[in-house]
């Protein structure tokens, strides 16, 4: 009998600003080289992660797990984390790159699978899907929508909330 599966975290670092949504980290999420200490917790390790790459927690708006999936090994567990930053984003992180609905449409839609089987989703629909997460808590969490603010709710509104679509052929952004 093989090892039991770890628990993963990774944490989608995303600000906003005058312009729109960026993606702090630039090209991909960040994700600790180890899985979730047994005497931690995943949202310690999010926190940690997202200190140890210069993100003060004093700036955190919003921090909400999104999605899990098998990765490996082990599970990983999605965060979104949104961060206040002053002035415009790229002013602060040069290697924010820009996020909109539209990049969805530059990828293509995910591999489809059938029911029975297990998505396999790229990193890419996993952000989308974070983000359209992000857009269905702007309707549908008021604690969450009050701290995003109106400049967040204003970007999120190109993102159709679509939690379970993002695999139909009828689906769009």
């Known amino acids: 009998m093989s090892e039991p599966m770890t628990v993963q975290v990774e944490v989608w670092p995303v600000a906003a600003d005058e312009h729109g949504i960026w993606l702090l980290s630039g090209q991909d ?12 917790e995943p949202h310690a390790e999010v926190e940690l992660a997202l200190t140890t790459r210069g993100v003060c927690l004093e700036a955190l708006r919003v921090v909400h ?5 098998t ?3 082990g599970v990983m567990l999605t965060y979104m984390a949104l961060v ?4 415009l984003v790229r002013d602060g992180w040069p290697e924010a790159l820009p996020l909109s609905a539209r990049v969805a449409d530059a990828v293509g839609k995910p591999p489809t ?3 029975v089987e297990a998505p396999a989703p790229r990193y890419i629909d996993v952000l989308m899907h974070g983000l359209r ?23 999120l509104a190109e993102f159709e909330p679509a939690l379970a679509g993002m695999y139909s052929e009828a689906h769009q952004n």
């Not at 992000?134 to 109106?150: I, K, N, Q, Y």
């Open 29 to 40: 999420a960040w994700r600790p080289a180890t899985p979730v200490p047994g005497d931690s």
């Open 65 to 69: 797990s999104t999605s899990w999936r």
């Open 71 to 73: 990765d490996g090994p």
């Open 84 to 87: 206040t930053t002053r002035g």
């Open 113 to 115: 699978n059938a029911a």
């Open 133 to 155: 997460h992000l857009r269905f808590l702007v309707e549908h969490d008021a604690t969450a929508s009050a701290a995003m603010g109106e400049s967040w709710h204003r970007h």
